[in-house]
């Protein structure tokens, strides 16, 4: 069997270990041995730009962030595209099936193609870890991490002036990164797409913390919203997809904070730090296991379907599990958090 591996949408830390996990498992276990790259995601198959991956290819890929084949969001079906191209495509390079890598954007590009009957199963990748149809997404640990590390900073430069600091972390629908990264930082407040909350209650516990003679903390998604606002803070336009470019909601809330209570207030935006540099030792395992498992289930002709974690064990679920519903924060996990705000 020869198949093609393409990383689509935005980049996270183990998706070269994912590559190398199915070619190595192939190689090693002689089940396949033939595989093809396609370049910048869905284009690479559209505009049949390819490149072999052999054994050398993946030497030591695992640790390293980004993606060897590179990335794009383009639409398969947009432009020269569609299911007749595709087929052409896999049809002239002698290619079985697609291991496609990426998002709920990929993953319902997958699932289209599949319908139409082209041969293609998948792994689940969102650093946002707002899949809902796997425990957790590799690239997500390694940014919880990263917004960890530049938290305790902060808090070293904000108990030296006794400021209010903000950190503005990843989560366009969902608060994963912020609540996982607040909780580890010891933040004062996580501020939650999830959790519309009201300026006065963010005051709230801003000033009870620095009525103790703390430096307040606050870990905020760039998707949360005040209660009073009808939509997210965006001041970038908007995306290929038509989607609005997020960022800012902590320099929106900087000097209302300060202003408010006096506390001098100064905003960080982490931004696309989350998403770069080397993976966790947690994400290499899980991607490799991920891409060992991708392998099997191409090998076993479960087309339709992508791997995901469950507990400490990898299954296989069918796309559909995966789109339509994101993986929101429980409301329980953030009462638990809450308990350690102010």
């Not at 191209?85 to 998002?103: Q, S, T």
């Not at 209010?164 to 580890?184: K, N, S, Y």
């Not at 005051?203 to 005040?226: C, K, M, N, Q, Y």
Request: hydrophobic share 40%; with cysteine; charged share 25%.
């Amino acid at each position: 069997m020869k198949i093609g591996i393409l990383t689509s949408g935005g980049d996270a830390p183990g998706l070269n270990a994912v590559i190398r996990g199915i070619v190595y498992s192939g190689i090693q276990t002689s089940k396949c041995d033939d595989f093809i790259g396609f370049r910048n995601g869905w284009k690479g198959v559209v505009e049949n730009d390819i490149t072999p991956i052999t054994r050398h290819d993946i030497k030591g890929i695992h640790k390293l962030g980004g993606t060897i084949l590179g990335t794009s969001r383009t639409n398969p079906f947009e432009g020269n595209g569609g299911v007749d191209r595709i087929n052409e495509v896999m049809k002239l390079n002698g290619i079985d099936a697609i291991v496609a890598i990426g998002g709920e954007g990929t993953l319902a590009a997958a699932k289209r193609l599949t319908d139409a009957g082209i041969k293609i199963v998948g792994v689940p990748k969102t650093v946002d870890n707002d899949l809902d149809a796997t425990d957790y997404t590799f690239g997500f640990d390694t940014a919880v991490g990263i917004a960890v590390d530049a938290m305790d900073r902060l808090r070293t430069t904000g108990d030296a002036h006794g400021r209010c600091m903000i950190a503005e972390v990843m989560g366009r629908h969902v608060g994963w990164i912020a609540l996982h990264a607040g909780m580890a930082a010891g933040a004062h407040a996580i501020l939650i797409p999830e959790q519309k909350t009201s300026i006065d209650q963010i005051l709230e516990w801003v000033t009870s913390a620095h009525d103790r003679g703390r430096a307040p903390l606050i870990a905020v998604a760039e998707g949360f919203a005040l209660d009073v606002m009808t939509d997210v803070h965006s001041e970038r336009g908007l995306d290929a997809f038509g989607r609005p470019r997020l960022g800012g909601i902590g320099e929106m809330l900087a000097p209302i904070i300060e202003e408010r209570t006096g506390i001098e207030t100064r905003a960080t935006t982490l931004g696309h730090i989350q998403r770069g540099g080397t993976p966790s030792a947690f994400d290499r395992v899980l991607a490799t296991r991920l891409g060992m498992a991708a392998l099997d289930l191409a090998l076993a002709g479960k087309w339709g379907y992508m791997v995901a974690l469950r507990g400490t064990d990898i299954v296989d679920v069918p796309f559909e599990d995966a789109l339509g519903k994101l993986k929101v924060v429980p409301q329980a996990r953030y009462d638990e958090a809450k308990i350690l705000f102010g």
